[in-house]
């Protein structure tokens, strides 16, 4: 499942982070990189031990733990401290067909996760860069994701992605990973459904309808039942 969530930042925050980066040093974007990924990777990035990096980072997880459609999409259990890039088009970036790795560790809290889900927060508008754009494939073919300022995508970490090369202007990005309770991507894509189905009565019926009430259960039984915590 692909799910973009709108508005994930205001205007005003992501003003906030162009001028807290471009006042900062950004190195090779290959000192994260697994070794396939590394061979296609061209781009740069904050620092990713960086005070900077980490101080953004906890501001995007403030931001989308209570955010209730990212709750809902992506039932988290850990995000992993979120990274930061840039495309340009002045050194011809890009970052060629790849897969996440399966696991990520932090060195400076020792979080490992599983990745289960790969997120991009867009953080320039698709006016300010020609190319850029999230080549998502999935077995329903290719999906080109490039979103508004703010706004951010979430899809399986198990997709074959990549970013097509800046031809114009720069692209900012954050990107990270994160480990759901609910690992397989099916089962949470239908928990997230169904969710969206209940919230949808509960405005037309309100909360103490008993068929509503009852759906409320099934779904709660099905986050049991799946749910690694
Ligand atoms: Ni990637």
Request: hydrophobic share 40%.
């Amino acid at each position: 499942m692909l799910t973009c969530i709108e508005g994930v930042l205001s205007k005003d925050d992501v003003a906030d982070f162009r001028r807290i980066m471009d006042a900062s040093d950004w190195e090779d974007g290959r000192s994260t990189a697994g070794s396939q990924s590394a061979v296609v990777k061209r781009n740069e990035q904050l620092p990713p031990d960086s005070e900077v990096a980490r101080k953004l980072g906890n501001r995007i997880i403030s931001a989308l733990t209570s955010n209730p459609r990212f709750i809902a999409a992506a039932i988290p259990l850990q995000i992993f401290p979120p990274l930061f890039n840039r495309y340009a088009a002045s050194s011809g970036h890009h970052f060629g067909l790849h897969v996440d790795n399966a696991v990520r560790g932090d060195r400076l809290t020792g979080l490992r996760i599983r990745t289960d889900l790969s997120v991009t927060l867009f953080l320039a508008e698709p006016e300010e860069y020609d190319g850029g754009e999230l080549v998502i494939e999935d077995s329903y073919g290719s999906h080109e994701v490039k979103l508004q300022a703010g706004d951010c995508v979430l899809y399986p970490s198990t997709s074959l992605h990549l970013v097509t090369p800046v031809t114009r202007g720069t692209r900012v990005a954050s990107f990270f990973w994160l480990q759901s309770m609910i690992r397989d991507d099916q089962a949470r894509g239908m928990i997230f459904d169904l969710d969206t189905a209940i919230q949808a009565l509960v405005e037309r019926l309100g909360r103490d309808d008993p068929e509503t009430v009852k759906l409320t259960g099934i779904y709660h039984n099905l986050i049991r039942y799946w749910a690694e915590v």
